[in-house]
């Protein structure tokens, strides 16, 4: 995974001019690369060239049901973090291991969460490191026993991943956690760890049924623990060209309570994200144009608060999703 930031996108979201960057990078004699005349750059210069102060964040990509993207913009969120500059690590709790698939690291000699747990290992022996400035604690099938390992062994499900959670924000910007379509102790414990639910809603009937289920779960949660947890329904699959989509739209912006966090970004249908996965790339190693770059970065810049996003605080762009639908 080579996941790269053009010199143009960051010009535009710092406010600047091209040559100013390229007149910075030089001054700081910052590590950029080339490609037919496109200058581009990774992390470790992102983080030197933006100096973003982020306030250190746990968002938890979670809804019950199943391949609605959660794991694709977790992992999306996540590499486009760092290419602001952001150390982020990802958390990989569904025994599918998707997300640990999707980073192709090396993980079988590694502790997971179940092992992390009941042999009381410090988390950070878990940790791989996916590319400088991005980590995973990774996942694998034994963590389909997280559920009932919480539940005979009575743990605190508000202290169990929060306090080691807790323990690694200060070397981490970004914390994200990417959960199975399911609830339960374990995705109950990731709730009680988060700053943010994050919803992927794809537009369909089932979709918005399983918004309906974890977001009363998380209610519940709130109520037993007395902890505010805002779910946040985030928009995928979005198609321009079909009324479902639109209609989703405007049940989610209308809805009296999935409207209070919706998130405004919505993410377009594109077959990008499959097509990556599969080559174990990330959709932001390629230097092309494509909506699910263009999408996922809106949707970075608006959950970490970066450049124009700082001010804005609108429910849903839906001015742009009438221009993209035009
Ligand atoms: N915006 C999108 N456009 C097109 N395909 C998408 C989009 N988002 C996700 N997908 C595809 O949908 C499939 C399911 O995505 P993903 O695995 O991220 O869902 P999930 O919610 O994590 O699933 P699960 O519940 O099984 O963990 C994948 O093949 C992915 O490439
Ligand atoms: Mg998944």
Same mark, same amino acid.
């Given at each position: 995974?080579?996941?790269?930031m ?40 992102a ?32 590499? +486009?973090?760092? #290419?602001?500059?952001?150390r ?79 323990s ?7 914390? #994200?956690?990417?959960c ?30 399983g ?20 779910v ?8 321009? +060209? ?34 990556? #996965? ?5 959709i ?35 001015? +742009? ?6």
């Open positions: 995974m080579e996941p790269k053009l010199v143009t996108d960051a010009a535009e979201v710092m406010g600047t001019t091209v040559q100013a960057l390229h007149n910075q990078i030089k001054r700081k004699n910052l590590p950029h690369q080339k490609s037919k005349n496109r200058v581009y750059f990774a992390y470790e210069t983080r030197q060239l933006f100096e973003i102060k982020f306030n250190p964040q746990v968002f938890s990509f979670q809804i019950v049901k199943g391949g609605t993207g959660k794991t694709s913009l977790c992992l999306g969120l996540g590499i +486009r973090a760092t #290419l602001y500059g952001a982020t690590l990802l958390i990989d709790l569904d025994q599918q291991g998707n997300l640990t698939k999707a980073c192709r690291v090396k993980s079988h000699d590694k502790p997971i969460m179940i092992e992390l747990i009941n042999q009381d290992i410090p988390v950070e022996e878990g940790i791989v490191s996916v590319y400088e400035g991005l980590d995973i604690l990774p996942s694998r099938i034994e963590n389909a026993l997280l559920d009932s390992n919480l539940m005979l062994k009575r743990l605190p499900l508000d202290r169990i991943y929060k306090d080691m959670i807790d690694l924000k200060n070397q981490y910007d970004l914390i #994200l956690i990417d199975p379509p399911a609830l339960g102790s374990s995705v109950t414990a990731a709730s009680l760890a988060s700053d943010r639910v994050i919803s992927p809603v794809t537009p369909s009937e089932f979709s918005l049924e918004l309906e289920i974890t977001s009363r779960e998380v209610a519940n949660i709130e109520k037993s623990f007395k902890k505010a947890v805002p946040c329904p985030l928009l995928n699959e979005f198609d321009p +060209r079909t009324s479902l989509s639109h209609d989703t739209m405007r049940f989610l912006v209308t809805h009296p309570k999935h409207s209070q966090h919706l998130i405004r970004t919505a993410i377009r249908r594109s077959q990008e994200f499959e097509n990556v #996965l599969t080559k174990g790339m990330s932001f190693d390629s230097l092309a144009n494509s909506s699910a770059k263009e999408d996922v970065d809106l949707l970075t810049r608006e959950l970490l608060k970066i450049g124009e996003f700082a001010k804005k605080s609108a429910p849903i762009d839906t001015d +742009r999703l009438k221009a993209i639908s035009a």
